[in-house]
């Protein structure tokens, strides 16, 4: 059955850094795209950063520039993002998905889920 579980988030102060993770299982990455979406309370989800093991490629969105970094590692079958600077509109509950090879802007593109994490930035 294939399946994302998510790892890390959590409370942190401004300026800290944390690092979520995604584990696939059931599937590979090499095979799939995997993005980071965050939605804060009372907004929209909204894509942060995808990785596409198949193109070699990241694709980030403007919250990602320069602070957040989306990594894949085959052997481990595990997305990670790297969020340093970390700034209380940041609060959100991130989720991990996945779509077949290429990344999407659209969320719709991506068939699976990772249950979501929440990251609280607050000092």
């Known amino acids: 059955q294939a399946q994302l579980a998510q790892s890390g988030g959590g409370l942190v102060q401004p300026g800290e850094s944390l690092k979520l993770s995604c584990s696939l299982s059931?599937?590979?990455?090499?095979?799939?795209?995997i993005a980071w979406f965050r939605q804060a309370p009372g907004k929209e989800r909204e894509r942060v950063s995808c990785i596409s093991m198949k193109e070699g490629k990241t694709f980030d969105t403007d919250i990602a520039k320069g602070r957040f970094t989306i990594s894949g590692d085959n052997a481990r079958n595990t997305v990670y993002l790297q969020m340093n600077n970390l700034d209380p509109e940041d609060t959100a509950v991130y989720y991990c998905a996945a779509s077949p090879g290429y990344c999407h802007y659209n969320e719709g593109a991506y068939e699976l889920w990772g249950q979501g994490t929440q990251v609280t930035v607050s000092s």
């Open positions: 059931g599937f590979t990455l090499f095979d799939y795209a």
